[in-house]
């Protein structure tokens, strides 16, 4: 079973991803003017990446170490 403070940091981490993600897609289809605008973008997005990774790897553990499963969401 789940207790309230997992609960609760579970809700905030999906809170974060969806902005994130969110956040992703636009910057994914905003337009660039030269190569360095791309470049930058390509780096960002990798970062935005990353982080978004980092979350659900912590949304795993939480879920993992809680000894609890959780499906859907």
Not at 33 to 40: C, G, I, P
Not at 42 to 48: Q, S, T, Y
């Amino acid at each position: 079973m789940i207790d309230k403070q997992t609960k609760k940091k579970l809700k905030a981490l999906r809170r974060e991803m969806k902005r994130l993600k969110k956040k992703y897609s636009k910057l994914e289809f905003r337009p660039c003017k030269n190569d360095a605008e791309l470049r930058a973008k390509e780096e960002e997005l990798k970062e935005m990446r990353k982080r978004i990774n980092e979350l659900e790897k912590e949304q795993d553990r939480c879920i993992l170490d809680s000894g609890g499963f959780q499906h859907g969401g």
